[in-house]
Each structure stands twice: as C-alpha cells, then as structure tokens.
C-alpha cells in the first residue's frame, strides 16, 4: 500500500525552528519528486518547495527562502523540511507528496501520492 505519512508537527514560538519528516512505504522515494505543500484555513493549499529525484534540483515559494530546506534520505526512504526563523504566517497543515515523473513543481496538481498531513503553529 502506498503511504506517505509526515510527523513532527506542533507548536513553537515566532523564530524558533522545527523539523518535519515525510516517511514512504508502498514504494521507493528515489524516483519521485517529492513537495512541502500547506494549507491556512480558509486559504489554498499552496506549494512551499520541493526536491527532484535525478539532479535534486530545488524550488522555493518566496515567502520561505532563506527560512526552510528541503532534504531527502533515501536510504531512509525519507524527506525532511527544516523551518527556521517561522512566521506566525508559516501556521498552517503541511503536506509532503510525490511526483511519479521525477519532476517536482510548487502545484499541487502534479503530485500522485499525499500524505495526511501534519499541524504547524506558529504562535507566542
């Protein structure tokens, strides 16, 4: 069955840090592009930045550079997210997903496989 299923979600205060991880199963992550993608309620899922699978190139929405990394493991058949410096902007549901072309973009509609999700908020 494929699964991708994120953990490390929570609460922090403005400028502190948190990481979250995308583990797979079902199925290898070395092939796939993988995105961080959150949703605010009342607002759109949005892309954050995503990773490919050949030459790892990376992509940043520009409310994120210089604040989170994408990273993969696929040893582990993980991806992580780092969060630094977060916003009380950044609270938001993030979501990993993979791209069965190889490929990663900031849409959503490209992805094939979701994981549930996992609660981010930024708040003092």
């Known amino acids: 069955q494929v699964q991708l299923v994120e953990s490390g979600g929570g609460l922090v205060q403005p400028g502190g840090s948190l990481r979250l991880s995308c583990a797979a199963s079902g199925f290898t992550l070395d092939y796939y592009g993988i995105g961080w993608f959150r949703q605010a309620p009342g607002k759109e899922r949005e892309g954050v930045l995503c990773?490919?699978?050949?030459?790892?190139?990376?992509y940043y929405a520009d409310s994120v550079k210089g604040r989170f990394t994408i990273s993969r493991d696929n040893a582990k058949n993980m991806v992580y997210l780092q969060m630094n410096s977060l916003k009380p902007e950044d609270t938001a549901v993030y979501y990993c997903?993979?791209?069965?072309?190889?490929?990663?973009?900031?849409?959503?509609?490209?992805?094939?496989?979701w994981g549930q999700g996992t609660q981010v908020t930024v708040s003092s």
């Open positions: 990773i490919g699978s050949s030459d790892g190139s990376t």
């Open positions: 997903a993979a791209d069965s072309s190889g490929y990663c973009s900031l849409y959503p509609v490209t992805y094939d496989y």
